[in-house]
């Protein structure tokens, strides 16, 4: 296994159109998380899943926004009416959810960019 | 979660050991230090952790004070590879699927 993936790994779209992302966690990790990260500042927690169930979603994932995890592997973001303030670097990250370390596993990313 | 307090940059001389601070001064006793890195153009990478007790890894050691309002990130013999940003991340172990990154410190090593 080669890690997280994400696809596509760069988007542009015009305002208002809507976009899905894709991330492939790590095989076997129940624990699947996206985040948000803008230039300059840190990622932001969007959302998490434990298998197939969205268990918390930050109030920065305003109802424009939806995450899926259907069968508890990939999961999907879409973005509804795309704005400007849309724009950045969406990752997704995944873990095994035990032991001591819990490490998240973070993807490539996938830029957005909101014209 | 406690806030951190780290230096915007800094910069390191290749093959010195890299030391960076983090404040934590209203941790409470259930909660971890982590530490993550995210190289240019990456997503971030885990480094260590730690609750009470020094830590090593085969990546670096982090040093926690004895009252715990601070903690040094050490990585022993710096490399033009760990420019990065790194970041200072204090958490329940409960609340660790949220990680709050903040803005860390940008860590440029100079050969």
């Known amino acids: 296994d080669t890690g997280v993936s994400q696809d596509p790994r760069h988007k542009i779209t015009k305002r208002g159109q809507n976009v899905t992302f894709r991330c492939d966690p790590i095989?076997?990790?129940?624990?699947l998380y996206w985040y948000r990260q803008t230039l300059g500042q840190g990622p932001e927690f969007l959302t998490y899943?434990?298998?197939?169930?969205?268990?918390?979603k930050s109030r920065l994932l305003s109802d424009r926004f939806s995450a899926e995890r259907p069968k508890g592997s990939f999961s999907t973001l879409e973005i509804q009416r795309t704005e400007q303030g849309d724009s950045a670097m969406y990752l997704c990250?995944?873990?095994?959810?035990?032991?001591?370390?819990?490490?998240?596993?973070f993807g490539p990313g996938t830029r957005l960019t909101v014209l | 979660d406690a806030k951190t307090t780290q230096p915007p940059s800094m910069d390191c001389a290749e093959g010195r050991a890299a030391n960076l601070p983090c404040n934590h001064s209203?941790?409470?006793?259930?909660?971890?230090v982590y530490w993550y890195r995210q190289i240019h153009s990456q997503g971030p990478q885990y480094i260590i952790h730690?609750?009470?007790n020094n830590e090593t890894n085969e990546m670096a050691s982090l040093i926690i004070t004895e009252d715990r309002k601070s903690s040094t990130l050490i990585l022993p013999h710096a490399t033009l590879r760990d420019t990065a940003v790194y970041y200072c991340?204090?958490?329940?172990?409960?609340?660790?699927?949220?990680?709050?990154f903040g803005a860390g410190t940008t860590v440029t090593v100079r050969a």
């Open positions: 990250a995944s873990s095994a959810g035990t032991g001591s370390r819990n490490e998240q596993f």
């Open positions: 095989s076997e990790h129940n624990r």
């Open positions: 899943f434990q298998n197939e169930a969205q268990l918390e």
């Open positions: 209203t941790i409470s006793g259930n909660e971890y």
């Open positions: 730690g609750l009470k």
């Open positions: 991340i204090v958490l329940l172990r409960a609340n660790d699927y949220k990680l709050s």
